[in-house]
């Protein structure tokens, strides 16, 4: 059995101003032979295509060219002010029209110069929409031309050149906006290191950062950017790691610190050795996912494309029906009614309607990017904001998850000693991060760990493995139980614990308790926040989720006002409630470390990663990564997520509304093709500017 090949590839595309514009690019891509998909994305400008064999870019140029625009190439373009000089004389021409006519009477002059301005002011509207005519699509160049030449045809010359010169200055408009919003999301993806200076043979040599091996020492001067994910071997610098995490601060780092590619190093001389290829680093995962997440619609945009689809014929249908009903049945001027049909056509290009979303959902992604927050896609974005209930993980994410060993409490005839190394010998073999602290606590007191066989590790309750032919146990008081291995002084023990909201790790062969260890760990400063933030914002109930015991559980969850929490759960009982708060609420969000969470995070509508800058199993786990180990990160996206779908709701309202009140003037005789042309080019450009704000939210 052959699996088949895929070939993705990226193209950048010029001069798209609407989800309109897209739609007809990928139709014509897709009549290529071997297209599996094809994505454009008109507010980036990018273009996706997978495909079953190698296309060449002369084929997906000529498709473009047929839907009326053109690949974007790195050679120099002519400067975007020039296409303003057409519109500038039409402009010019229409003036002196106008003077000849009203200034000095001289009627046989003026229609010559109304012309000179619809030919040139209108000529590229004119090729586009004869090209949109040509594929039976009925794009807004289409109908603003057929309006115009209605006009002419009805000698309303003055307002046909008023129609053209309206319509070009507000594309010219609408495109230099739409570019400013392109910047200001390809500014985070162009943040990106080009050059890694290599150390060989005591002396730098300069290489593309694709080059650079695992491995290979770099030089970092003071000002420049990271290369690659790597380890600092020599020199100590404060890092600023803004592009990744959102956190404006620098960090201080030295020796044996991690750093991420695409950081800046502020001030230090810094050497470091690569730990990872440019391809496999974080900052590269990172715009990936970028760039994947804005090609993929939220659910908003897909409602208000299937209305565009609809809209666009039905209103031209009406405008038909008003040409020819009045005229035809009630003896009406034809001139009048065929006028407010032109109008009406004006109208009909859902413009405003279709960029009033896209605009704003990949605002409201950038603008989570800008702040470390890395959002999948539009979906997640647009359902965070409705939310209801968040579920958290205790240990780290609620708290610190930086513990300490307080006490190891021996039994019978153990030392302290016998019963630390026990522990640290099996939890050498596991990477949870208590096994990390019991393993220092070890090394603290100068133990020497045993050989460990037949490791097992028990489904989240603890480990087990034999050490020198004897099975010993390491493992949480749950398991204890199970095994029949508790005594009632050994309860007492757990309660006094338990009762200092620590964490008892209990340490046994296959016969009795051999001691416990009492592990402490504190609650995160910005936990309490933001809970009180988000209850602020809407969420109506916080639970706790958690593989610890009850009275340490429920000693943290009353210190944060939690609503609800669930002890000693399992990976799979974890998911189980997260299950029922499904089937009881409408959204639910599981935040995690996003690896031993996993299987919860999945479950949840949203799963939410915590710290998952360095982490590629937290960033292709989650729906949502918070790139900074930072709780109050969490309220940012819920501000962010429901200004994003409020600024929405505004641009739907704005863009419908002025559409109703349009056709409404325009059978009513009360609107006129200028008018129309205004009001519709002025709400894409309204919704434009309102979905930007999502950028800066307060």
Request: glycine share 8%.
């Amino acid at each position: 059995m052959t699996t088949e090949s895929i070939m993705h590839n990226q193209y950048e595309i010029r001069g798209m101003d609407c989800a309109d514009c897209a739609r007809h690019v990928e139709q014509e891509i897709q009549k290529l032979e071997g297209i599996r998909s094809v994505q454009v994305n008109f507010v980036t400008g990018k273009m996706q295509i997978s495909s079953r064999q190698p296309i060449t870019e002369q084929l997906i140029q000529k498709a473009v060219n047929r839907a009326g625009y053109a690949l974007h190439t790195p050679t120099p373009q002519p400067d975007n002010d020039k296409s303003l000089l057409p519109i500038l004389l039409a402009g010019l021409f229409i003036l002196l029209g106008m003077s000849a006519v009203y200034i000095f009477s001289l009627p046989r002059f003026g229609i010559p110069l109304y012309i000179l301005g619809i030919v040139t002011g209108g000529y590229k509207i004119a090729r586009q929409g004869s090209r949109e005519a040509a594929q039976f699509r009925l794009g807004m160049n289409f109908l603003m031309t057929l309006a115009v030449i209605g006009a002419m045809i009805i000698g309303d010359w003055l307002e046909g050149a008023a129609v053209i010169f309206l319509f070009a200055i507000a594309q010219y408009l609408e495109g230099r906006t739409m570019e400013k919003a392109r910047h200001s999301i390809e500014k985070l993806l162009n943040q990106k290191p080009r050059l890694a200076n290599v150390i060989m043979n005591h002396q730098t040599i300069p290489v593309p950062v694709e080059e650079v091996q695992i491995g290979q020492l770099l030089a970092v001067k003071p000002g420049e950017l990271i290369p690659v994910d790597g380890k600092i071997e020599e020199g100590q610098s404060f890092i600023d790691q803004s592009s990744l995490t959102g956190e404006s601060q620098p960090v201080a780092l030295g020796e044996g610190d991690h750093v991420y590619g695409g950081t800046l190093n502020q001030n230090g001389y810094l050497e470091i050795l690569a730990e990872r290829l440019f391809v496999d680093s974080t900052f590269s995962k990172i715009v990936d996912l970028v760039v994947e997440a804005q090609s993929q619609k939220a659910h908003q945009q897909n409602v208000i494309d299937r209305f565009a689809l609809y809209y666009t014929p039905v209103v031209i249908v009406l405008a038909v029906l008003i040409a020819a009903i009045p005229p035809l049945f009630f003896h009406a001027p034809f001139l009048t009614w065929f006028y407010r049909a032109l109008v009406i056509l004006v109208i009909a290009c859902p413009c405003a309607l279709v960029i009033s979303t896209p605009v704003t959902i990949i605002s409201g992604l950038t603008a989570a990017m800008r702040r470390g927050i890395l959002i999948k896609g539009g979906t997640y974005l647009e359902n965070f904001s409705r939310v209801q209930v968040m579920a958290f993980d205790k240990t780290g994410t609620l708290t610190e998850g930086k513990f300490q060993v307080q006490h190891v409490y021996p039994s019978g005839k153990q030392t302290l000693e016998q019963v630390l190394m026990i522990a640290a010998s099996l939890e050498n073999k596991s990477d949870h991060p208590i096994a990390r602290l019991i393993c220092s606590e070890a090394e603290r007191y100068h133990l020497h760990t045993a050989e460990v066989s037949n490791f097992w590790s028990l489904d989240g309750q603890g480990i087990e493995g034999m050490i020198n032919n004897h099975r010993y146990i390491v493992g949480n008081h749950n398991l204890f139980e199970q095994r029949n291995l508790c005594q009632p002084e050994l309860h007492e023990l757990l309660s006094t614990i338990e009762d200092k909201n620590h964490t008892a790790v209990l340490v046994g062969n296959q016969h009795t308790v051999l001691g416990v260890i009492s592990i402490a760990d504190s609650v995160r400063s910005d936990a309490l926040p933001t809970i009180r933030q988000l209850k602020e914002q809407g969420i109506r109930r916080m639970v706790m989720l958690t593989g610890d015991n009850h009275r340490t559980a429920e000693a943290v969850a009353r210190e944060l006002y939690l609503d609800d929490y669930a002890a000693e759960l399992l990976p799979a009982e974890k998911v189980e409630v997260i299950q029922k708060l499904k089937r009881e609420f409408n959204k639910i969000a599981m935040v995690g470390d996003g690896v031993n969470d996993a299987p919860a995070l999945a479950c949840a509508d949203i799963g939410i990663a915590m710290g998952a800058c360095g982490s590629d199993a937290a960033i292709e786990t989650a729906d949502i990564a918070l790139l900074e180990d930072n709780l109050s990160k969490l309220a940012v996206l819920r501000r962010i997520s429901r200004m994003t779908m409020n600024l929405i709701g505004q641009n739907i309202v704005i863009a419908l509304g002025l559409k109703i009140v349009f056709l409404l003037l325009a059978v009513l005789g009360l609107a006129t093709l200028w008018m129309a042309v205004f009001a519709d080019m002025g709400a894409s450009l309204l919704v434009i500017f309102n979905g930007l704000r999502v950028l800066n939210p307060h």
